[in-house]
């Protein structure tokens, strides 16, 4: 039963952010260029966005694979939200293989990285995994 509601919980957490994309106006094509230049560059902010992108396939075909290379890159720069849809895409096998343990690692740092917002949605799914 916990299992099921840490999922649910993964799922809520992680429809916020694709939602907002879904919700607005696609992506351009030069905005997806914008991304992928400073996403290149090492930008953090530019790789997570880049990464939602690629997961609801806005303004380019949808590619987990590539949504969680693009958030794995900005969660090594300390981008806690993308830490906590790393985590996330573990929790689920979004794009990765199935993988609580990295899921767990993941939400941890974006608890100590994160603004109060994001470290407490982690706080939250690593209390349910427990």
Do not use: C
């Amino acid at each position: 039963m916990k299992y099921k509601v840490l999922l649910l919980t993964a799922a809520l957490v992680t429809i916020a952010p694709l939602g907002s994309l879904a919700a607005g106006t696609s992506l351009s094509a030069a905005k997806i260029e914008q991304l992928q230049r400073s996403a290149q560059l090492g930008y953090g902010p530019a790789q997570y966005e880049l990464g939602l992108a690629y997961a609801a396939g806005d303004g380019v075909p949808q590619n987990l694979q590539l949504a969680v290379f693009w958030w794995r890159k900005a969660a090594e720069n300390l981008d806690a939200a993308a830490q906590l849809q790393l985590g996330t895409a573990y929790a689920h096998g979004w794009g990765v293989q199935k993988n609580m343990d990295q899921a767990i690692y993941w939400w941890q740092k974006a608890a100590q990285d994160g603004d109060r917002a994001v470290a407490e949605q982690a706080r939250l799914l690593l209390d349910q995994a427990a």
